[in-house]
């Protein structure tokens, strides 16, 4: 994605297709979540913000609307690296 706020009924419909549920998650600034495992795939968008993800030796920032996997199994961690709340799309592969 180019940095433009994704289409939610069309990032919904999509995951949904793919098998992933769909969720917002906010977080003010500050706020780090360090060292989460999940039994399943994780699908990550920025929809505001400013994130800090790391998994499987690399980091990202991503821009908005930029879609981050995270494959089930993996360490992962994410920040809010920036001055004013994030809000996030997630989902968890359907098992």
Same mark, same amino acid.
């Given at each position: 994605?180019?940095?433009?706020?994704?289409?939610?009924?069309?990032?919904?419909?999509?995951?949904?297709?793919?098998?992933?549920?769909?969720?917002?998650? @906010?977080?003010? *600034?500050?706020?780090?979540? =360090?060292?989460?495992?999940?039994?399943?795939?994780?699908?990550? +968008?920025?929809?505001? /913000?400013?994130?800090?993800?790391?998994?499987?030796?690399? @980091?990202?920032? *991503?821009?908005?609307?930029? =879609?981050?996997?995270?494959?089930?199994?993996?360490?992962?961690? +994410?920040?809010?690296? /920036?001055?004013?709340?994030?809000?996030?799309?997630?989902?968890?592969?359907?098992?």
């Amino acid at each position: 994605m180019n940095g433009e706020p994704p289409d939610v009924g069309a990032l919904r419909d999509d995951w949904a297709r793919r098998g992933y549920s769909f969720d917002l998650w @906010t977080d003010p *600034p500050g706020q780090r979540w =360090e060292d989460f495992v999940h039994d399943v795939d994780e699908l990550l +968008v920025l929809a505001e /913000g400013q994130l800090e993800v790391e998994t499987g030796g690399r @980091t990202w920032q *991503p821009a908005i609307g930029e =879609e981050i996997h995270i494959p089930a199994g993996a360490s992962h961690s +994410v920040r809010n690296i /920036g001055d004013t709340t994030a809000r996030w799309y997630y989902g968890y592969r359907n098992s």
